[in-house]
């Protein structure tokens, strides 16, 4: 439950961090909400790497965070957060469908969590 919640808090950080910085004209953004928005990827990533790093379970627990992690962040964390920064700093401005994509990716693997978790 610990590490859900931890989620949801990653998951409200994402989407006030990308609302406040992409406010302002539509079509460009400023070099300071670039930054931002890249440093706020950063520390999203770094963040998301450690979770689930605590004390060792039984073997089946362990697997089961390994089938998350695995099912939702390996490949869309990694795509979504290129296709950001390459729409930051080639074309300086943001498709929404982009952040859209990156949080549900982290709510498939809370959703994921907690259907192996509660699996008998």
Do not use: C
């Amino acid at each position: 439950m610990k590490n859900i919640i931890y989620y949801l808090l990653l998951l409200v950080f994402i989407a006030l961090v990308a609302g406040s910085l992409t406010m302002g004209r539509p079509q460009t953004m400023g070099m300071h909400q670039m930054i931002g928005l890249s440093a706020a990827l950063v520390v999203y990533v770094v963040a998301m790497s450690f979770v689930g790093e605590g004390k060792n379970q039984d073997e089946r627990a362990i697997l089961h965070k390994n089938l998350a992690n695995r099912a939702g962040l390996i490949a869309g964390t990694i795509i979504f957060s290129l296709g950001i920064l390459y729409q930051l700093f080639i074309t300086h401005s943001i498709d929404y469908w982009l952040l859209i994509g990156l949080i549900a990716i982290n709510l498939t693997k809370i959703i994921s969590l907690i259907y192996l978790e509660n699996k008998k």
